[in-house]
């Protein structure tokens, strides 16, 4: 489900999405001199985002970072900030960009409770389809990769502990992950105690 019809709607600048930032612009600019084509343009701003960024909850960070120009310039954030870079990268290249989201145990059982997670949804002119990829950053158990043919996301969700893969593909952060970046300042705390559980 694409809740736009309008690929431009993909492509917007937000205050989330600040490509234009002097910052990610120099960091477009050099994917741009590395990369000919469109596949190899989105494989390298999304293994970029996904090897150089740091998960907050990785390296045990307690910066929260929102707008994909903190993110770049701190180099960290949890997912639903990994995923404004991403966003921001790949609009400010003209490629449109969406978001997508999961709920999964915190832990690795449903009594430790559930999280949203966010990812991206890239559209490819040259393939006429959209490839949904993650870049919360990969570590012992999880290897999300670049794939055109088979998702190859950080996390097979599990329905048979009640969790969800939503099947939206939003041109907006879902306000919710906005929400509570913008809410907390102290990330190890947030993302054990307050990320949204569901989103509407």
Known sequence: ????????????ETDEMDYSHPMVR???GQLLDKSISETALIRTAYEFVRDEIAHSWDIQSTRVTRKAS????FGEGICYAKANLLAAMLRGMGIPTGFCYQRLTLGDTPETGYGVHALNAVYMSSRHKWIR??????KDGVD?????????????VRAHFGEVDYPGIYPLPHVKTIEVLKAH???LDMYLY?????ID
């Open 185 to 187: 300042t102290d990330c």
């Open 1 to 12: 489900m694409i809740e736009s019809g309008h690929l431009n709607d993909f492509l917007q």
């Open 70 to 73: 903190e993110v770049l310039n």
């Open 26 to 28: 120099a960091k477009i």
């Open 133 to 138: 990829l993650d870049a919360r950053g990969n």
């Open 144 to 156: 999300a990769q670049f794939s055109i043919m088979e998702e190859k996301l950080a996390f097979p």
């Open 194 to 198: 307050h990320l949204p559980a569901e």
